[in-house]
């Protein structure tokens, strides 16, 4: 079953194969934990860690990030390939050899403390305040972190992401709410809720929730939670005959039930009564970029709450993505491969970084272009989609390898997109981001490698990377990597001078809905705006598009 339905329920996923340290689990006790409500428990919070916290000046931690779960879920759900495994290892945006990641199970949720322990329907009744402040006293009281460098979540972590910012804006420095609204549950999304917990509530079986076994009107309430969470394109596109969508149905259904706990669940949805930051939003101070997408069932982008809302954050902006075949409905918020790069243009406006000098790059005639390298060199690309890595010969295309041995270790792919994508074919990238540097090398084109009575010393094969060109001679700074065997392109004179030997996975998850229309190839004369409007040109027209965080010889 291609479909996978991510949170609002956020099931635990298959781990990841790891690429970063060992996630610790532990459990932080809040000794009389007084609720809104007036009760008082001594709260157990469970949690997941990777990585380690590293402290800057008068010892405030600079490195932590708080990712949240949605309704039902827990942290640990982040731990699949699909999130973990494009966000977490090494080189990729919230690398957890460089970010200490904190993952909260937040109140009656995951193993902490919750209404199926035993206290059933006299657990306190608690709100997205008390989850909020619960997950504070965690990080304050016994993780020892006194700030975050990023606040994100998924669903209802996306909303616990707004209170975080009102309710404690001096703790961060950005937001990242995903899959979410700034307002009061009410209309549809608060009907959807009602409609689940109804079922449960209305069931004699029940009993105001003391019960021994899960009653009844728990399947009930996963119709209503089925279509809160849906995706009508990819639905039709797993379900299209009326047998199989039945099929389909029973065995969400069934699922979904299996995992549940009835008195949990109401809790759970029941949480968010009380949530609405809207005439808090102006107390938000730290950069906050909200992100939706289209296909959103909870969340329909037609009601213009999230453009209304965001407005009121003095640093707030929102983006609401696209319907594609990638987006997943309200799930989008799980699958980091395509929001990635607006989060890492998010955590680049937000940090403390020096000015980059660009004095080489706008001087071709400098003595570093004049290089020459070794004869064997593997050159490490750290992207939006995670890391790669190409080792370049010199034998195979000496003048090819020369020319991007002296782009790579002089920065000039740094922050580059990569433009071109071409499922089946190749990932095309090389003009640069700065409109003065693309016009200063446009014209410094390198010769064609010698290559005997061959086309090519090398074949276009899958995974090797060659210049682009558009005749003889007219190499410049654009590579691609072929996707598959790319062969016939051998009689047209592209030398391959390297190829891909670690993250092939990394350039095929490369965003590849564009096509052609982000610029196209060399040859397709449509690379005037690129070149004339650089990267305020591609962010504001391909805003999905991976990049180039950073290019380096690694030796």
Same mark, same amino acid.
């Given at each position: 079953?291609?479909l996978?339905l991510?949170?609002l329920?956020?099931?635990?996923?298959?781990?990841?194969a790891?690429?970063?340290s060992t996630?610790v689990?532990?459990?932080?006790?809040i000794?009389?934990?007084? +609720?809104d409500?007036?009760?008082?428990?001594?709260?157990?919070q469970?949690y997941t860690?990777?990585?380690e916290?590293?402290r800057?000046?008068a010892?405030?931690?600079r490195?932590?990030?708080?990712?949240m779960?949605?309704?039902?879920?827990?942290g640990?759900?982040?731990?699949?390939?699909?999130?973990?495994g494009?966000?977490?290892g090494k080189?990729?945006?919230?690398?957890?050899?460089?970010?200490?990641?904190?993952?909260p199970d937040?109140?009656g949720?995951?193993?902490s403390?919750?209404p199926?322990?035993?206290?059933g329907?006299? +657990?306190?009744?608690y709100?997205?305040?008390?989850m909020?402040r619960?997950?504070y006293?965690?990080?304050?009281?016994h993780?020892g972190?006194?700030?975050?460098?990023l606040?994100?979540?998924?669903?209802?972590?996306?909303?616990?992401?707004?209170?975080?910012?009102?309710?404690?804006?001096e703790?961060?420095d950005?937001?990242?709410?995903?899959?979410?609204?700034?307002?009061?549950?009410?209309?549809?999304?608060?009907?959807?809720?009602?409609m689940?917990?109804?079922?449960?509530?209305?069931?004699?079986?029940?009993?105001?929730g003391?019960?021994?076994e899960?009653p009844?009107?728990l399947?009930?309430?996963?119709?209503?939670?089925?279509v809160?969470v849906?995706s009508?394109?990819?639905?039709?596109?797993?379900?299209?005959t009326r047998?199989?969508?039945?099929?389909?149905?029973?065995?969400?259904?069934d699922?979904y039930?299996?995992?549940?706990?009835a008195?949990?669940?109401?809790?759970?949805?029941?949480?968010?009564? +009380?949530?609405?930051?809207?005439p808090?939003?102006q107390?938000?101070?730290?950069?906050?970029?909200a992100?939706?997408s289209?296909d959103?069932?909870?969340?329909?982008?037609?009601?213009?709450i999230?453009e209304?809302?965001?407005?009121?954050?003095?640093?707030?902006?929102?983006?609401v993505?696209p319907i594609?075949s990638?987006t997943?409905?309200?799930?989008?918020?799980?699958n980091?491969t395509?929001?990635?790069?607006?989060?890492?243009?998010l955590?680049?406006?937000t940090e403390?970084?020096?000015e980059?000098?660009?004095?080489?790059?706008?001087?071709?005639?400098a003595?570093?272009w004049q290089?020459?390298?070794?004869e064997s060199f593997l050159?490490?690309?750290?992207?939006?989609?995670?890391?790669?890595?190409?080792?370049?010969?010199r034998?195979?295309?000496?003048?090819?390898a020369d020319?991007?041995?002296?782009?790579?270790?002089?920065?000039?792919y740094?922050?580059?997109h990569v433009?071109?994508v071409?499922?089946?074919?190749i990932?095309?990238?090389?003009?640069?981001?700065?409109?003065?540097?693309t016009?200063?090398?446009?014209?410094k084109?390198?010769?064609?490698d010698p290559v005997?009575?061959?086309?090519?010393?090398?074949?276009n094969t899958?995974g090797?990377?060659?210049?682009a060109?558009?005749?003889?001679?007219?190499?410049?700074t654009q590579?691609f990597?072929?996707l598959?065997?790319n062969?016939?392109l051998?009689?047209?004179?592209?030398?391959?001078?390297g190829?891909?030997v670690?993250?092939?996975d990394v350039?095929?998850r490369?965003?590849s809905?564009?096509?052609?229309?982000a610029g196209g190839?060399?040859?397709?004369?449509q690379?005037?705006?690129?070149?004339?409007?650089g990267?305020?040109?591609l962010?504001?027209?391909?805003p999905?598009?991976?990049?180039?965080?950073?290019?380096?010889?690694?030796?």
């Open positions: 079953m291609r996978l991510a949170l329920l956020f099931a635990a996923p298959p781990a990841a790891q690429s970063y996630p689990e532990g459990d932080f006790t000794d009389g934990f007084r +609720f409500d007036g009760s008082v428990l001594d709260l157990r469970h860690t990777i990585g916290p590293r800057g000046e010892g405030m931690v490195n932590a990030v708080i990712i779960h949605g309704t039902t879920g827990s640990s759900g982040f731990l699949g390939d699909r999130f973990a494009v966000l977490f080189g990729q945006l919230l690398d957890a050899s460089e970010y200490f990641i904190i993952l937040a109140i949720h995951g193993q403390s919750r199926s322990e035993g206290l329907g006299q +657990f306190p009744k709100t997205y305040d008390d909020v619960a997950q006293r965690l990080l304050t009281e993780l972190v006194n700030h975050l460098r606040v994100t979540g998924t669903s209802m972590g996306g909303m616990f992401s707004w209170v975080w910012g009102y309710t404690y804006p703790f961060m950005a937001l990242l709410p995903l899959a979410s609204l700034p307002v009061e549950i009410a209309g549809r999304n608060r009907m959807l809720r009602k689940i917990m109804d079922p449960i509530r209305n069931d004699p079986a029940w009993n105001g003391d019960y021994d899960q009844p009107g399947r009930e309430a996963m119709y209503g939670l089925i809160m849906s009508p394109l990819q639905y039709q596109l797993s379900a299209p047998e199989e969508s039945e099929a389909y149905m029973d065995r969400l259904v699922n039930t299996s995992r549940m706990d008195n949990n669940l109401i809790y759970a949805f029941d949480a968010s009564r +009380f949530y609405n930051p809207a808090h939003l107390k938000i101070t730290a950069p906050l970029l992100i939706n289209a959103d069932q909870v969340n329909p982008p037609e009601l213009g999230l209304e809302e965001t407005a009121k954050v003095p640093n707030g902006r929102s983006v993505l594609t990638m997943r409905g309200h799930g989008t918020h799980s980091p395509i929001w990635g790069p607006y989060l890492a243009r955590m680049a406006e403390e970084a020096p980059v000098g660009r004095s080489a790059l706008l001087d071709p005639k003595p570093a290089e020459e390298a070794p050159a490490r690309f750290l992207t939006t989609e995670g890391a790669f890595s190409i080792r370049a010969n034998d195979w295309a000496p003048i090819g020319r991007f041995y002296q782009l790579v270790k002089n920065g000039f740094d922050g580059v433009n071109r071409v499922d089946g074919f990932a095309q990238f090389g003009l640069s981001g700065d409109p003065a540097v016009a200063v090398w446009k014209q084109r390198i010769s064609d005997g009575d061959h086309p090519v010393g090398e074949s899958r090797r990377i060659a210049f060109t558009t005749g003889p001679d007219t190499r410049s590579v990597i072929s598959v065997d062969s016939r051998d009689d047209e004179g592209f030398s391959p001078f190829e891909v670690d993250g092939m350039v095929d490369l965003y809905l564009y096509g052609e229309n190839g060399m040859r397709a004369g690379q005037g705006p690129i070149e004339e409007g990267t305020a040109y962010v504001e027209n391909y999905l598009l991976d990049f180039i965080l950073r290019a380096e010889i690694v030796r």
